[in-house]
Structure formats: structure tokens, C-alpha cells
Nanobody
Framework: QVQLAESGGGLAQAGGSLRLSCAAS????????AGWFRQAPGKERELVAA????????KYAESVKERFTISRDNAKKSVYLQMNNLKPEDTAVYYC?????????????????????WGQGTQVTVSS
């Protein structure tokens, strides 16, 4: 079991930026695929971005392409989400997730149901 702790959420104005961080407890974090998901009130949890264990492959939701960037630093056991040009519709609770992929270093996991380690979430609110 991996413990994940998100930070960096808060209030931003439309057009502004926030950077989310997710710190993992796993010593072998470099063997975990990771992703950021979000859930707005009354809506289902949705993928925002995902990254392979190596960090070389990524996937983004269409709604955040060209605005958000996912990255990771395996030496620091951390995953990041840089969010630029924020919009009010980005308001949600953002969750970090991770799943063991062993030596499959280039695999990106985009389905929430495949993740078995989740953080507590961090609130992001974007005002217009």
C-alpha cells in the first residue's frame, strides 16, 4: 500500500496558475504509474492527466490539454500537476493516484478503476 499526500490546492482567479504536488511513501515509486483525477460536485471522478512510471509518456484529458502539465521526480517520489490558464470549470477536488506497474516503465494508466492507491484530495477553486 502506498500513501499519497497532495498539496498545493487553493483559490485562483481565472487565467491564473496553481501547482499541485503529490508525495508518495513507496520506496519503489519509480515502478508506479501515476495520475491526477478530479471530481466536481455532482459529477463523476474524471482523469485529468496520467504519467508512466518512467515519466516519459503522458496522457491528458482534452479539456486540459495545452494548459496543464503532469511531471514526476522519482528521486523525490513525487508527481506534479502544473495548471495554467485556469478556468472556473477546473474547480474540483483533485486526487493523486498510483498503481504498481513493475518493469512496465512506459505504461500510462488512464482508468480510475485500475488505480488502487489514492490521496485524500486537495480542493482547487477558480473564480471568474
Amino acid at each position: 500500500q502506498v500513501q499519497l499526500a497532495e498539496s498545493g490546492g487553493g483559490l485562483a482567479q481565472a487565467g491564473g496558475s496553481l501547482r499541485l504536488s503529490c508525495a508518495a511513501s513507496a520506496r519503489t515509486f519509480s515502478m508506479y504509474a501515476a495520475g491526477w483525477f478530479r471530481q466536481a460536485p455532482g459529477k463523476e471522478r474524471e482523469l485529468v492527466a496520467a504519467v508512466s512510471p518512467s515519466g516519459g509518456n503522458t496522457k491528458y484529458a482534452e479539456s486540459v490539454k495545452e494548459r496543464f502539465t503532469i511531471s514526476r521526480d522519482n528521486a523525490k517520489k513525487s508527481v506534479y500537476l502544473q495548471m495554467n490558464n485556469l478556468k472556473p470549470e477546473d474547480t474540483a477536488v483533485y486526487y493523486c493516484a498510483a498503481v504498481w506497474r513493475g518493469l512496465l516503465a512506459t505504461v500510462v494508466v488512464s482508468a480510475a478503476t485500475l488505480y488502487d492507491n489514492w490521496g485524500q484530495g486537495t480542493q482547487v477553486t477558480v473564480s471568474s
